[in-house]
C-alpha cells in the first residue's frame, strides 16, 4: 500500500455491527461551512464552471488546424485531461449535496482539486501560446488554428477563475466523531 492510502487507515476502525464486522468511519467530518442559499448558489456555479470547461476541452480537441498538429501545442492539451478528470471528479463530490465528508473527500475536495485547477491553467496556458506563436511562424492564421488558440485561451481562462472562485468561497468547517 502506498503512504496515501495508508494516512486514510487511521480514520476508520473494525466494529461488530449486527453481528459481522464493518470497517466504521472514526475520523474528522468536514462540513461546507456556508449558508443553504449560498452552498446551493456555489454548487450551480461550480456545476457552470466546470460544465464550460469540459465544453472548451472538447471543442479545442475537435478543430482540425496546423497548431492541432504540432506536438508542442498539443501535448500540454493533451495532458490536461487528467486535471479535468480530476476537477470533475470533485465537483461532482460537491454538487451530490452530502452534508458531511470525510477527511479523504476533503482532501479530494481542497488541495487536489486546487492542485489540477492550477495544472489546468498552466497546461492551457502553454498550449495556447504554442498554437499562437505557430501562427504567427507560420504567416497566416488558418480558422482551426485560431479557433483552438482561442479555446485553449478561454479554458485557462476559466480553468483561473474556477481556482478563484474555489479558494474565495469554498470553507469546511471540521468537528471530531464521538468514538462511541
Do not use: W
Not at 32 to 54: M, N, P, Q, R
Not at 80 to 103: C, N, Q, V, W
Amino acid at each position: 500500500m502506498n503512504k496515501k492510502k495508508k494516512s486514510y487507515l487511521s480514520d476508520y476502525e473494525i466494529r461488530d455491527v449486527n453481528g459481522k464486522e464493518k470497517a466504521v468511519y472514526c475520523g474528522d467530518v468536514y462540513k461546507l461551512d456556508v449558508d443553504g442559499s449560498v452552498a446551493k448558489k456555489l454548487k450551480v456555479c461550480f456545476a457552470a464552471l466546470a460544465l464550460i470547461e469540459t465544453g472548451l476541452f472538447i471543442g479545442a480537441g475537435l478543430n482540425n488546424g496546423s497548431a492541432t498538429r504540432n506536438l508542442l501545442a498539443i501535448l500540454p492539451f493533451i495532458v490536461s485531461f487528467l486535471p479535468l478528470m480530476f476537477t470533475l471528479s470533485g465537483t461532482k463530490l460537491l454538487i451530490d449535496g452530502k452534508a458531511e465528508y470525510t477527511r479523504k473527500e476533503h482532501d479530494r475536495l481542497t488541495s487536489r482539486m486546487l492542485f489540477s485547477l492550477g495544472a489546468m491553467v498552466l497546461l492551457g496556458l502553454i498550449s495556447a501560446i504554442s498554437a499562437i506563436t505557430i501562427v504567427i511562424k507560420e504567416g497566416r492564421a488558418d480558422s482551426g488554428s485560431a479557433l483552438f488558440a482561442a479555446c485553449v485561451a478561454l479554458y485557462a481562462a476559466v480553468a483561473g477563475a474556477f481556482f478563484y472562485s474555489h479558494k474565495r468561497f469554498l470553507r469546511f468547517s471540521k468537528t471530531q466523531l464521538s468514538k462511541n
